[in-house]
């Protein structure tokens, strides 16, 4: 099998926020398309990657999906060549004092930077000994207030800049790992299917704005009209702070959901399959709403069954997000051989019990 | 003027970039000992850990000036094993643990890559993500197959870069200090007796300037350190009063902060020099805070001292910022001022 990890790396060094992805879709692109028949560009950015099935045409198709974009910042005011932010995503603000930044400044310049968050004395009495809003905190890039002036402006990108790190045992850490992970395990899926026989077509979908609004998810559901998705994303590994029936230990198995936005007849297959492979599993529960693009695609159009795959992630979140290799994988390996598994005529097997 | 460029960036970037928390300070010492070694008539490392380097002038009647600078950083020791590579850690030295969360950080002498992570946002209640995260809850993960020991160091993974007309990296508080003594003790003027105490655990406690300072017995003594710029806009756009100091205004000269009234004969005359020289200089604001210069002030029969700081934003951070001009000025003012230094200036009359 090929080795993931450079191209997972790659990934999780470029910034890719929610709504400017191409960064992280232009490496993706270079990445699926000798595995894949065809990749475009949806209208919205989002990635598709076609690989024909050898069924008869009109053949039956899978979509699998999993987001690229990554949570972050844009500049929201600048005075006296520091810059004010505003979050992009689901930003925890307790990571962001000390943070190394990348400003991605208007002029076409990356300017390394640093979150600063400035001492009590200088915010409101409201902020207290607790945590500043957002809008307290400042970003420093270390030039002088008129090159800022010059080179900055409102609305420009603020990403995470530290590199990734590999960790003892098999474990990557660093910023957007989540969803990183995923495209990665799409990626091994993409590549295990490149030695295998498969009756269907087999869209490979990275999806932009999950973190903001399941926008890709939406408008490729609709554009692609599959019979069947799954969608990857990453779930919560137990470990420092995470524990709890949420929480599932990192490196031992996928995740593999149930709840209201899952068809159970997807989930039931998927399950069985993984036994009959021996990989390791563990049932994730969503009681409403999983919270990923699982929620828009099962929703759109006249409605697609969909599953829904997790990776345990620990510090999800935060710039040192850690997934183990091992589990992305694991689930790329389930992907790839539930592809080959589906008959032409699997869609009409799929029943409410 | 001494020489500026290049070879002084590359060799605080070497220093920053090592981990030497206090009391663990080999990392710094082993550069000190490489750089000083060529130049000094005399060089021992002490009880404690601290380089204590002498160059001897060449003039009659020279005085003993003792330039101090601090090999210590804050940092981290690994107290606990949680399991599965997860460390229980406290803090050593002032850190702020509001930088700690979702920070990258090299363990042990091997520097074993690790981060220090949190709890996802996703699994707390709107009160929770308000609040600090208490050290008692924050780990050094290593990755499951990660193995340190108990009592191992650990700094934050930081890089030097040179942006602009600044340098961000960690520990910028004090290895400019170590750097800049390196170079003045390169480039001694002949008229003193230069003694260098490269020092170990400012960070808690001045313990490695005293002893230091009792070795050497100087004349006079300046402490060579980084003070916070803290610089900031306030939150109401009103004026900042209290910034300590300010970037791009020069060496911060010290009057007077929590531990010394620095003595103000060496402070005039760093002051005159400044002018006389037209090197650009700040005093930093008189108020709390302090250097190696509590220490050494009130060694043996009590030693006539001063501070001098390169200032830096961000202090104990994981990202410190400073000007290179600021540094270049702090070091032509020290040699300027060695250099023209006589008995006079601190004659008892």
């Not at chain 1, 990571?95 to 409101?124: C, N, Q």
């Not at chain 1, 408008?219 to 019979?227: G, N």
């Not at chain 2, 340098?167 to 003694?195: H, Y």
Request: hydrophobic share 45%; aromatic share 6%; with cysteine.
């Amino acid at each position: 099998m090929p080795d993931i990890l450079p191209f997972l790396k790659s990934l999780l060094s470029v910034a890719g926020l929610s709504g400017d992805e191409a960064p992280a879709a232009g490496l993706i692109a270079e990445k699926w398309r000798p595995l894949v028949d065809e990749v475009h560009l949806s209208r919205v950015g989002s990635l598709h990657g076609l690989r024909k099935g050898s069924g008869n045409s009109p053949r039956p198709s899978i979509m699998i999906a999993a987001h690229m974009d990554g949570i972050g910042m844009r500049v929201s005011k600048i005075v006296d060549g520091f810059l004010h932010i505003t979050n992009i995503g689901g930003i925890d603000l307790r990571v962001l004092p000390g943070a190394e930044m990348t400003v991605h400044a208007t002029s076409g310049k990356e300017m390394p930077a640093v979150v600063v968050l400035p001492p009590a004395r200088f915010l409101p009495e409201s902020a207290g000994d607790g945590f500043p809003g957002i809008e307290h905190l400042l970003v420093d890039t270390g030039l002088l207030p008129r090159e800022v002036a010059r080179q900055v402006r409102v609305g420009d990108l603020v990403s995470f800049a530290n590199e990734p790190l590999e960790l003892a045992g098999g474990v990557i850490s660093g910023h957007t790992v989540d969803n990183r992970a995923s495209v990665a395990a799409l990626t091994v899926c993409l590549e295990e299917l490149q030695n295998k026989m498969h009756t269907w077509d087999v869209w490979a979908v990275a999806t932009v704005q999950e973190e903001v609004s399941l926008l890709g998810a939406y408008s490729s559901a609709f554009a692609l009209r599959p019979q069947v998705a799954i969608v990857l994303d990453a779930g919560f590994a137990s470990g420092p702070g995470a524990s709890g029936w949420q929480a599932f230990p990192m490196g031992k198995g996928v995740g593999l959901c149930i709840g209201p936005n899952m068809h159970p007849f997807l989930h039931k297959k998927l399950k069985e399959l993984a036994d009959r492979l021996e990989i390791p599993w563990y049932l994730d529960i969503t009681p409403t709403d999983s919270g990923t693009d699982a929620f828009a695609v099962q929703i759109t159009a006249e409605g697609i069954p969909t599953a829904l795959m997790e990776l345990p992630i620990r510090y999800m979140h935060t710039p040192v997000e850690s997934v183990a290799v091992k589990d992305i994988e694991r689930v790329g390996h389930l992907l790839a051989e539930f592809v080959a598994s589906l008959e032409a005529d699997f869609v009409d097997t799929i029943i409410w019990e | 003027m001494p020489t500026f460029g290049n070879a002084q960036l590359k060799l605080l970037e070497r220093l920053c970039n090592v981990i030497a928390v206090s009391g663990d300070e080999g990392e710094v010492r082993r550069i000190v000992l490489e750089e000083v070694k060529p130049y000094a008539d005399e060089v021992k490392v002490d009880a404690l850990g601290s380089v204590l380097a002498t160059r001897l002038g060449r003039t009659k009647n020279r005085m003993r000036v003792m330039l101090d600078a601090h090999m210590d950083e804050v940092g981290f020791m690994i107290v606990a094993a949680d399991g599965d590579g997860i460390y229980c850690f406290e803090t050593v030295g002032g850190i702020n643990v509001r930088h700690l969360v979702g920070k990258q950080v090299f363990v042990g002498r091997q520097r074993m890559p690790a981060v220090i992570g949190a709890k996802p946002v996703h699994l707390m209640d709107a009160e929770e993500s308000t609040k600090k995260v208490p050290l008692e809850s924050l780990r050094i993960d290593l990755g499951p197959a990660g193995k340190a020991q108990v009592g191992d160091r650990a700094g934050f993974a930081t890089q030097f870069r040179r942006v602009g007309p600044s340098m961000m990296a960690k520990a910028i508080d004090d290895r400019i200090g170590v750097a800049t003594l390196i170079e003045l003790f390169r480039q001694a003027p002949s008229n003193i007796d230069l003694c260098a105490a490269f020092s170990v655990q400012e960070e808690i406690g001045l313990r490695g300037a005293k002893v230091a300072a009792q070795y050497f017995d100087p004349d006079l003594a300046i402490a060579v350190d980084s003070t916070p710029a803290n610089d900031l806009p306030l939150h109401d756009g009103s004026e900042n009063t209290t910034y300590n100091t300010k970037l791009g205004l020069g060496p911060a000269i010290y009057i007077a902060d929590g531990s010394t009234l620095h003595d103000p004969r060496l402070v005039r005359f760093l002051q005159a020099t400044a002018e006389a020289e037209g090197i650009p200089y700040q005093f930093r604001q008189p108020g709390g805070g302090g250097t190696d210069s509590g220490a050494i002030q009130r060694s043996l029969t009590g030693i006539p001292t001063v501070s001098v700081s390169v200032p830096h934003r961000y202090t104990h951070s994981p990202v410190s910022i400073a000007r290179v001009d600021d540094w270049k000025n702090t070091i032509n003012l020290l040699h300027a001022a060695l250099k023209h230094m006589t008995r006079e200036l601190i004659a008892v009359r």
